[in-house]
Every structure is written in structure tokens, then in C-alpha cells.
């Protein structure tokens, strides 16, 4: 169900709609928008008893959400949510594209720190760096845990740009809870339930991927379980599916791009490194995520990406990070997007911006 006020309704009134809702049993999520605000109601089996709040003062009218998945819909919240950030104009689901860029894997501060002065300069607003890895063989590199953590605080701390680290079990997520401005539930866990309500009760946005052979229901699913728990910041990530094609490592869907922003109010970001495995596709399939209507892109940069611990046929070399973002300020004015100012987050921006002055764009060549 779904209690929709009127466009003049106080926070009072709102207020009273949530109490109502909530004594009747049921759990009241208020979603304000740009109008009006939407009360989304869950855990009622059936429908609300006719007349319980459809009279009170400020409502305009109770409807039935048809859909499984209700808080997540756009039958709830017509208009796009935008995720934003104290102290930056970084946003998801804003005009402006989140560009998200870090290493695989945290290896050392050495190589946090020289991979996020350059995605820093060419105008990332986010670092993404593994600190805990689930890892298809248990031999593998499973990351540096709290150390990686600590070490993209220091880079949060000198470059300015907020940290995006996955968390893989209930353990895990309270430690990058209190470091991470952005808290990741990779493809494996997307099904994770009781980590994805847990990570519904913290208060920092959840970017939820797409897990490897789910369906767009599944997908929207898993966000109704976070935001169930009274977490609305959710972001979610496409990262690729399980096909037969074996030229990529995974078969990239931006179809799904279009169908969640016609079905859901939520931000949808792209993951084009895992999405293809391979380091001579990820520039393309930024290009065309952007043009297909994404938020943001997710790419994996290494400065020595043959020496990685993880995924390092899939990572950008700095300079490829550069030329991508170039092409993919050219592309993003034509669908209505902005994209970050070339440095804009690091403390060498006059240095960054003289540099790009000089180096033409690979689609100007």
C-alpha cells in the first residue's frame, strides 16, 4: 500500500499518517519527493482496513502497489532519488555522472596512494579499493581487511574523494561501516539476506551489484530487502551476467540501464571492468554505458596492472583512465549529463587542468 499526500501537507501531518500506520502493526517508510511525499507501508499481508488513514488530515489518496517489490518502485516515488554527500557536489542520480576508480585489490599505501593521485586529478570523486575479497579459490589474495581500510581513509583524508569498499559478511560490514562513506554488497551477495538487511539498518548508502544470473526482479528485490530496514540510499550496480559467450568474462547487460529507470526511482551505476573482464573493452563499454543513460561508471585502475593481486587483465592503465574520461566528457552533454571538472577533488588541480589544456581528446584526434 501506498499513502500518498498532498502537495501542501505539513511534516506534521506526515508525521501523524507514520504513528497511524505504525499502530495498526505495519511499518510506515515516508519518501519525500520533489511535490509531494509518498508513505510507503510494508508488512500488511493484506490490505490497510479501508478508512484507516485515507481521511486523515493532509492525505490525498491510499492506493495499492501491485508491484512485489514497493519502496523500490516508482508507483511509489515518481521521481529520480538523489544520493548526495556533505561537502562535495558528488552525487548519484544527480545530473552529474559518479565516477568511481581505484584498484581491484588495496595492496599497500604506496599503490593506493599513486593510483588515487591520478584518478583524483582526472577527476574521479570516488575511490574504490578492495579491502576484503571473496575470492573464487580460498589461495587467492583476500585482501589487507582493516589496514586497507585505514589506508582509504588516509586517501579520503589527502586527495578528498569518498571511499566505496565492499563488505562481505555482517562481520566485515561494521568495520567499513565506520570507514566508508559507500558500503558495496558484491554480485555474490546480492542474495545475502540477512547481510542485506543488516547493511538496510546502517546509515550510509548501500551500492548493491547485480548478482551473476539475476533476473531485474531479483535485482530490485534485493534493494527492497535494504531499504525495508529503513535504508532509502541505495545505488545499484550493474557488473555483468553468467552467458554462454566466453569473449568476455562477463556478458555486460546495459539493457538494464532503461528497464530499472523505468521501474524504479533508484540511481543504476556500471561496472564495465568486471562487465568485461578484459582492459581493452572497458573504454568502449563506458562510452556506451553513458550513453545509454547510466549514472555513473565503477573502473578498475592500476599502475602496474601485470603485478595486480587481483584482476589486473581487467584494470586501466592511469594514462587509459585519462583518455576514457575524455571521451567520456564529449559523450555526456549529448544525454544531459555533466561530468567532474578534471581535478576538481585533488590538491594538483591547476597542475591536472594546465596538462589537460594540452592533451586533446582521442575523439578530437
Request: include cysteine; aromatic fraction near 6%.
Amino acid at each position: 500500500m501506498l499513502v500518498v499526500m498532498q502537495a501542501h501537507a505539513t511534516a506534521e501531518q506526515v508525521r501523524a499518517v507514520c504513528d497511524k500506520i505504525e499502530s495498526l502493526g505495519y511499518r510506515a517508510h515516508p519518501l519525500p519527493g520533489a511535490e509531494r511525499t509518498a508513505i510507503g507501508i510494508t508488512g500488511n499481508k493484506d490490505e490497510v482496513p479501508a478508512g484507516a488513514v485515507d481521511e486523515m488530515p493532509g492525505v490525498q489518496e491510499v492506493i495499492a502497489v501491485t508491484k512485489p517489490y514497493k519502496l523500490v518502485s516508482r508507483d511509489t516515488k515518481p521521481d529520480n532519488t538523489v544520493i548526495r554527500f556533505a561537502g562535495t557536489d558528488a552525487t548519484f542520480g544527480g545530473k552529474g555522472l559518479a565516477i568511481i576508480a581505484g584498484p581491484c585489490s588495496v595492496e599497500s599505501r604506496e599503490q593506493a596512494f599513486i593510483v588515487a593521485e591520478r584518478v583524483a586529478q582526472a577527476g574521479a570523486q570516488f575511490f574504490r579499493g578492495g579491502a576484503y575479497k571473496p575470492r573464487t579459490s580460498p589461495y587467492a589474495f583476500q585482501g589487507l581487511g582493516e589496514q586497507a581500510l585505514q589506508i582509504m581513509a588516509e586517501v579520503r583524508e589527502k586527495f578528498g574523494m569518498k571511499i566505496v569498499t565492499e563488505a562481505i559478511d555482517n562481520e566485515s560490514l561494521a568495520l567499513v561501516e565506520e570507514y566508508a562513506d559507500v558500503i558495496q554488497i558484491g554480485a555474490r551477495n546480492m542474495q545475502n539476506f540477512s547481510l542485506l538487511k543488516r547493511a538496510g539498518r546502517t546509515r550510509k548508502p548501500v551500492l548493491l551489484k547485480r548478482g551473476i544470473s539475476a533476473t531485474l526482479e531479483e535485482f530490485l528485490m534485493a534493494a527492497e530487502y535494504v531499504m525495508s530496514e529503513g535504508n532509502y540510499s541505495v545505488i545499484l550496480c550493474e557488473r555483468g551476467v553468467r552467458t554462454f559467450a566466453d569473449h568476455t568474462r562477463n556478458t555486460l547487460d546495459l539493457s538494464i540501464v532503461p528497464a530499472v529507470q523505468r521501474l524504479s526511482h533508484l540511481p543504476i551505476v556500471v561496472d564495465p571492468s568486471h562487465g568485461t573482464g578484459k582492459r581493452n573493452k572497458v573504454t568502449p563499454l563506458s562510452r556506451a554505458s553513458v550513453a545509454v543513460g547510466a549514472d555513473g561508471l565503477i573502473i578498475e585502475v592500476h599502475h602496474q596492472p601485470d603485478l595486480a593481486l587481483s584482476d589486473g587483465m581487467q584494470s586501466l592503465y592511469p594514462d587509459q583512465f585519462d583518455e576514457l574520461m575524455a571521451q567520456v566528457r564529449q559523450i555526456a552533454p549529448v544525454v544531459g549529463r555533466t561530468v567532474p571538472g578534471i581535478g576538481m577533488h585533488s590538491p594538483y588541480s591547476s597542475v591536472a587542468s594546465d596538462q589537460a589544456n594540452e592533451r586533446p581528446s582521442a575523439l578530437a584526434r
